[in-house]
């Protein structure tokens, strides 16, 4: 059974920067896809971002384009998203999410197969 953790997040002002990780226990992470998602208080959940299981291929929803990267590093299980240029709007709880990689390329948004806690990430002066 894969489990997904994330941590790194807090309270950040405006203008600032986090990186959130997604650690992975009990399933190796390299035959997954793995996307963000967040869900702002009131609002629907809605993908962020998301990056195939090699790495090699990353999309972003047109939100936090140019702001936010994705990345992994599968020797360590692990799937990170830097978080640049915050604004209040972003404030939200995170989740990663796996997908097994039954197609080549990641759907940002796509509903995945495992999901982590969640963690709390608050833009606020």
């Known amino acids: 059974q894969l489990q997904l953790v994330e941590s790194g997040g807090g309270l950040v002002q405006p203008g600032g920067s986090l990186r959130l990780s997604c650690a992975a226990s009990?399933?190796?992470?390299?035959?997954?896809?793995i996307g963000w998602f967040r869900q702002a208080p009131g609002k629907e959940r809605e993908g962020v971002s998301c990056?195939?299981?090699?790495?090699?291929?990353?999309n972003y929803a047109d939100s936090v384009k140019g702001r936010f990267t994705v990345s992994r590093d599968n020797a360590k299980n692990t799937v990170y998203l830097q978080m640049n240029s915050l604004k209040p709007e972003d404030t939200a709880i995170y989740y990663c999410?796996?997908?097994?990689?039954?197609?080549?390329?990641?759907?940002?948004?796509?509903?995945?197969?495992?999901w982590g806690q969640g963690t709390q990430v608050t833009v606020s002066s």
């Open positions: 990056i195939t299981s090699s790495g090699h291929n990353a």
């Open positions: 999410a796996a997908t097994f990689r039954h197609r080549a390329m990641c759907v940002i948004g796509s509903p995945p197969e495992y």
């Open positions: 009990g399933v190796t992470l390299d035959r997954y896809h």
